[in-house]
């Protein structure tokens, strides 16, 4: 049993029962944040790429939980290497294995925030499930490949403006064809202030079959359920 807990925008705390893998920690000025940082127990923290909303708390969280920090080499290098914090330095198409499984760094179409960096998305293997962490990015013929990977849960960005928006998210949905999506990056800002219902619609026809389950900050999806 594989328990995914979101914590607002695009974090989440996936957790094996042994081991926990927290993604692109931002807590602290986030409004709809679950939690503080200061409440986080994590064992690793993978950061998608450099902007301020997805570094957000990790040099905090790492330092207090002796958790590694995972992603890109250059971020990696970049933000944490001076500070002390033990990295998992990683690039496109690379898998490291890991004591709760692997992570594979995939690409997505986003900016990176740090010069000569790229951003990434990350299938993490944890529980004996896949789940892939889209992170910031845009849709890309190259999520079809994806369901070559067998993901069981799909956390998508939906918010529009700095990323997919619904119609591009079902779309990517269908590509990959997970067990089961849920959406992220939305609702945070007033620039992509907007709810899960029209991902939703979209999701009824452009990847019909395909289950979406709509977290709140704070609630968690088990899975298999």
Not at 14 to 31: A, C, E, I, K
Not at 42 to 56: A, N
Not at 87 to 112: C, D, E, M, Q
Not at 160 to 184: C, L, Q, S
Request: proline share 7%.
């Amino acid at each position: 049993m594989l328990k995914i807990t979101f914590l607002g925008h695009a974090c989440f705390l996936l957790d094996d029962g042994t081991y926990r893998v927290l993604t692109d920690p931002f807590l602290s000025g986030n409004p709809l944040a679950a939690v503080n940082s200061g409440e986080v127990e994590t064992d690793y923290i993978f950061v998608s790429h450099g902007h301020g909303d997805h570094v957000g708390d990790t040099e905090e969280i790492a330092v207090r939980c002796s958790a590694e920090v995972g992603g890109p080499v250059e971020l990696t290098g970049s933000l944490f290497g001076k500070s002390g914090i033990k990295t998992i330095p990683g690039n496109i198409g690379g898998r490291t294995y890991l004591p709760f499984g692997s992570v594979k760094l995939v690409p997505a179409i986003h900016g990176s925030g740090v010069p000569g960096a790229l951003a990434c998305g990350f299938i993490f293997e944890i529980g004996e499930k896949r789940v892939y962490f889209a992170g910031d990015t845009a849709l890309t013929k190259d999520m079809e490949l994806l369901r070559d990977e067998g993901i069981d849960v799909a956390l998508l960005p939906i918010g529009d403006v700095y990323t997919m928006g619904p119609e591009d998210a079902a779309r990517a949905a269908w590509m990959i064809r997970p067990g089961v999506v849920v959406p992220m990056h939305y609702g945070t800002f007033p620039i992509i202030e907007q709810t899960a219902d029209r991902f939703v619609e979209c999701m009824q026809t452009a990847a019909a079959g395909i289950p979406v389950r709509v977290l709140a900050p704070g609630e968690s999806l088990e899975y298999p359920d």
